[in-house]
C-alpha cells in the first residue's frame, strides 16, 4: 500500500520521521511538498498530480488534514484510507482569518517572533523546553520563508467546510489528536468521528498539536492499526 503523508503549517517531513522509519517494511511512504497551492483546492489538486497512480492512504495533519479532506472531495476513489490527526473540518473563522493575516505581515519582518508566538499552540507545555520536540519545530520552521509561511496561510483560509462532506467518506478512517492539542482539540475530533461513518478516535495522552513529534510510539501504533484495516 503507498502512503503519502501531509504535514501541517511550517513542517515538512520531519514532522512523520518516526511514523515513515516504522511504518517503511509495510508500506511505500511519501510526504507531500505543502508549500505548492495558494488555495487548497489547488493544493489539492497539486498533491494528487503527485501522489503514486491508483489508490492510496493518505494522512493528514492541522493543515494537512484540511488537505486531505479536500482531495476526498476531488477525489474520493483514489483515497484507499484516510487518517485526520490533530485537524478540523471545519472552514476558519473570521477571528481566525484575521489572525493569520496579522501573522502574515509580521513575518514579513521578524519572522522569528511568529514562531516564536506559535510555538505554545503547537506543543503540549511539558515539551517547550525539550530540544528533542520543541527544537526540530523551530528546525522545521526555519526551513520556510516569508512567502511560502503566506502562500500556506491563504490555502488554509480559503478551505471549505467539510463537515457535510464527513457522512460520505466510506473507507477506514482514523481520528486521532493529542489530548492537549489547544488549537483543535478532543471535542473537535469527537465531532468528526461521529460523523464519518465507522471511524475509529484516538486521544494521545501527553501530547499537544503535534502528535506525531510529541508523541510517536502511540501515533505510530494507531496508524499501524489504521492501515491494518484496508
Same mark, same amino acid.
Given at each position: 500500500?503507498?502512503?503519502?503523508?501531509?504535514?501541517?503549517?511550517?513542517?515538512?517531513?520531519?514532522?512523520?520521521?518516526?511514523?515513515?522509519?516504522?511504518?517503511?517494511?509495510?508500506?511505500?511512504?511519501?510526504?507531500?511538498?505543502?508549500?505548492? !497551492?495558494?488555495?487548497?483546492? %489547488?493544493?489539492?489538486?497539486?498533491?494528487?498530480?503527485? %501522489?503514486?497512480?491508483?489508490?492510496?492512504?493518505?494522512?493528514?495533519?492541522?493543515?494537512?488534514?484540511?488537505?486531505?479532506?479536500?482531495?476526498?472531495?476531488? %477525489?474520493?476513489?483514489?483515497?484507499?484510507?484516510?487518517?485526520?490527526?490533530?485537524?478540523?473540518?471545519?472552514?476558519?473563522?473570521?477571528?481566525?482569518?484575521?489572525?493569520?493575516?496579522?501573522?502574515?505581515?509580521?513575518?514579513?519582518?521578524?519572522?522569528?517572533?511568529?514562531?516564536?508566538?506559535?510555538?505554545?499552540?503547537?506543543?503540549?507545555?511539558?515539551?517547550?523546553?525539550?530540544?528533542?520536540?520543541?527544537?526540530?519545530?523551530?528546525?522545521?520552521?526555519?526551513?520556510?520563508?516569508?512567502?511560502?509561511?503566506?502562500?500556506?496561510?491563504?490555502?488554509?483560509?480559503?478551505?471549505?467546510?467539510?463537515?457535510?462532506?464527513?457522512?460520505?467518506?466510506?473507507?477506514?478512517?482514523?481520528?486521532?489528536?493529542?489530548?492537549?492539542?489547544?488549537?483543535?482539540?478532543?471535542?473537535?475530533?469527537?465531532?468528526?468521528?461521529?460523523?464519518?461513518?465507522?471511524?475509529?478516535?484516538?486521544?494521545?495522552? !501527553?501530547?499537544?498539536?503535534?502528535?506525531?513529534?510529541?508523541?510517536?510510539?502511540?501515533?505510530?501504533?494507531?496508524? %499501524?492499526?489504521?492501515?491494518?484495516?484496508?
Amino acid at each position: 500500500m503507498n502512503v503519502v503523508f501531509l504535514p501541517g503549517l511550517l513542517c515538512d517531513a520531519r514532522l512523520f520521521e518516526a511514523q515513515v522509519r516504522a511504518l517503511g517494511d509495510r508500506a511505500m511512504v511519501q510526504v507531500a511538498d505543502m508549500t505548492t !497551492g495558494g488555495t487548497m483546492a %489547488a493544493l489539492a489538486a497539486d498533491v494528487l498530480a503527485r %501522489a503514486p497512480s491508483g489508490r492510496f492512504a493518505l494522512a493528514g495533519l492541522s493543515m494537512g488534514g484540511y488537505c486531505a479532506l479536500e482531495i476526498v472531495r476531488q %477525489a474520493p476513489e483514489r483515497v484507499a484510507a484516510l487518517a485526520l490527526l490533530d485537524t478540523s473540518a471545519r472552514p476558519d473563522t473570521p477571528e481566525g482569518t484575521a489572525n493569520r493575516r496579522r501573522l502574515v505581515k509580521l513575518a514579513e519582518h521578524d519572522f522569528d517572533r511568529v514562531v516564536d508566538e506559535l510555538l505554545p499552540k503547537l506543543v503540549a507545555p511539558a515539551h517547550l523546553a525539550d530540544p528533542a520536540i520543541a527544537g526540530v519545530v523551530r528546525a522545521m520552521a526555519r526551513a520556510f520563508d516569508p512567502t511560502s509561511f503566506a502562500r500556506q496561510q491563504e490555502a488554509i483560509i480559503s478551505r471549505a467546510d467539510s463537515r457535510p462532506l464527513l457522512p460520505t467518506i466510506s473507507c477506514p478512517t482514523l481520528v486521532l489528536c493529542g489530548r492537549e492539542d489547544a488549537l483543535t482539540p478532543p471535542a473537535v475530533h469527537e465531532e468528526m468521528a461521529a460523523a464519518i461513518p465507522r471511524a475509529r478516535l484516538v486521544l494521545v495522552d !501527553g501530547s499537544g498539536h503535534l502528535s506525531p513529534l510529541e508523541r510517536p510510539e502511540a501515533v505510530t501504533a494507531a496508524l %499501524a492499526a489504521w492501515l491494518d484495516a484496508i
